[in-house]
Every structure is written in C-alpha cells, then in structure tokens.
C-alpha cells in the first residue's frame, strides 16, 4: 500500500511566511547568506576576529599582558557568532 502525499499546495506557499515581522538578527543573517562562497566561512573568520577583539581589548586594558590570549575570553566568542548563526535558521 502506497502512502498518499496529502500536503496541499496552500500550505507549501506559506511554509515560509513567518508569524512575526523579521527583526535585524533575520536581515543580518540573510545579508550573510547572500555573500559569495560558503556561509561558514564567514562564520569562522567572524569568530576568529571576535576572539582576537576580546583580548586586544584586554591588552590596552592592562588586565593582561601583551600577545597573551585568555582561553576565556578567546571562547566567549563563540556565543557571539553562535547565537547570530543558529538564532534566525533554527529558531522555532
């Protein structure tokens, strides 16, 4: 016995069709999909960059020495790139 497709046509239109006007979190992340080659890629410079940002902000602080990198710091940068990335495409 062959399972019938029982979606309607309606229903694949709207699938799409948020409840809810986009905030700048959607149209930061579709801006980022619209650049050329691979989303990861700049999810991944964007970390990196974010990384290095927090701890040059703790070298002209003083709170750490020059050329020191505060593994801390480095990783809190993940919940920054993390949080945009995941927010917008698997958000219910």
């Known amino acids: 016995m ?3 497709d029982i ?5 694949d239109r709207n699938a799409d069709i948020r409840p809810y006007r ?7 992340v579709n ?4 650049f050329p080659g691979q ?3 700049f999810y991944l ?3 990196l960059l974010t990384c290095l940002l ?6 002209f602080d003083g709170a750490m020495p020059f050329g020191a990198f505060d593994p801390l710091f480095t990783f809190g940068a993940v919940y ?3 949080g945009t990335g995941f927010s917008s495409r698997y958000a219910c």
Do not use: C, G, H, Q
Not at 22 to 28: C, G, M, V
């Open 2 to 4: 062959e399972a019938a």
């Open 7 to 11: 979606r309607s046509t309606k229903s």
């Open 22 to 28: 986009p905030s700048w979190i959607d149209y930061l």
């Open 31 to 34: 801006r980022i999909e619209r």
């Open 39 to 41: 989303t990861w890629v």
């Open 45 to 47: 410079v964007a970390f």
């Open 54 to 59: 927090n701890n040059v902000a703790m070298w």
């Open 80 to 82: 920054v790139i993390y």
